[in-house]
């Protein structure tokens, strides 16, 4: 057993995101944290994703993603896009990715990308996506997953 293990996971640095899919009409987002780069060419980045939510099944249907970077002052976006919650992309400003995933105006950046492969990881699955285009849409400092408390609940996953 792991003493104090949702503790301790917060000691690895990484940002938080909102992750933007979508078919057609059909669009969600989420919030992910776990999001890493993993090549440099070409490059990739891996998003651990919840295979029971929408929002990977929108995912393996289009084959693009988007990443978006949220800044530090952003931890409400974070926490609204990380419930389930119907239209919860309502009131805020997209853009269309060169993929057709949608951008979320206000984060920092964005990484527009296409889905390479998946592969299972414990009760996730691992989306490897290839980066098509990028740019920074506003200036500010990353959020960081240790700066958002246990907004994610996962003090009562571990065991």
């Keep these: 057993m792991i003493e104090n293990a949702e503790t301790l996971v917060k000691q690895i640095n990484h940002g938080v995101y909102v992750i933007g899919v979508g078919v057609g009409e059909r669009q969600n987002a989420f919030t992910a944290a776990w999001v890493m780069q993993v090549s440099f060419d070409p490059l990739l980045l891996a998003i651990s994703i919840n295979p029971e939510h929408y929002s990977y ?30 239209d919860k992309m309502a009131g805020f400003q997209w853009q269309q990715a060169e993929t057709g995933a949608p951008v979320l105006s206000e984060s920092l950046a964005y990484f527009d990308c296409q889905v390479s492969h998946y ?17 920074t849409l506003n200036q500010g400092r990353p959020l960081l997953y240790s700066q958002t408390g246990d907004m994610d609940g996962s003090s009562e996953l571990y065991g």
């Design 57 to 86: 099944q929108l995912m393996k249907e289009s084959g693009v993603c988007t990443v978006n970077v949220l800044g530090r002052e952003q931890y409400a976006l974070a926490e609204h896009f990380g419930r389930s919650a119907p």
């Design 119 to 135: 592969t299972d990881a414990g009760d996730h699955k691992i989306a490897v996506c290839k980066v098509v285009a990028a740019a």
